[in-house]
């Protein structure tokens, strides 16, 4: 079993920064790829980046170039830098770990944290 734990987020003014971290306990070592997903208020749950454990990326295009996803595995963490915030990129983001290969992980879930960003 993997336990993920995240962090950050809270209220971020728009064109502001936030960083989020997701820290990972239990079978890490089982863990290939991990990522982060959102979900704004009636709207479906989307991925938003995932990284494997050899640091390929993978975005979304609607954050490509603002938003940076990294990974220590020392420290068995994941973080997702968000830049240059906008209003529609409000919502709970969860973090997520994937046994497999899949650029959309989704064997292990965070309980999610929740962005705000004001206009």
């Known amino acids: 079993q993997v336990q993920l734990v995240e962090s950050g987020g809270g209220l971020v003014q728009a064109g502001g920064s936030t960083r989020l971290a997701c820290a990972a306990s239990g079978s890490t070592g089982s863990i290939n790829v991990m990522g982060w997903y959102r979900q704004a208020p009636g709207k479906r749950r989307e991925l938003v980046a995932s990284?494997?454990?050899?640091?390929?990326?993978n975005y979304a295009d609607s954050v490509k170039g603002r938003f940076t996803i990294s990974r220590d595995n020392a420290k068995n963490t994941v973080y997702l830098q968000m830049s240059s915030l906008k209003h529609e990129d409000t919502g709970v983001y969860y973090c997520?770990?994937?046994?497999?290969?899949?650029?959309?992980?989704?064997?292990?879930w965070g309980q999610g944290t929740q962005v705000t960003v004001s206009s």
């Open positions: 997520a770990a994937g046994l497999g290969y899949r650029w959309a992980p989704n064997d292990y």
């Open positions: 990284i494997t454990s050899a640091g390929s990326t």
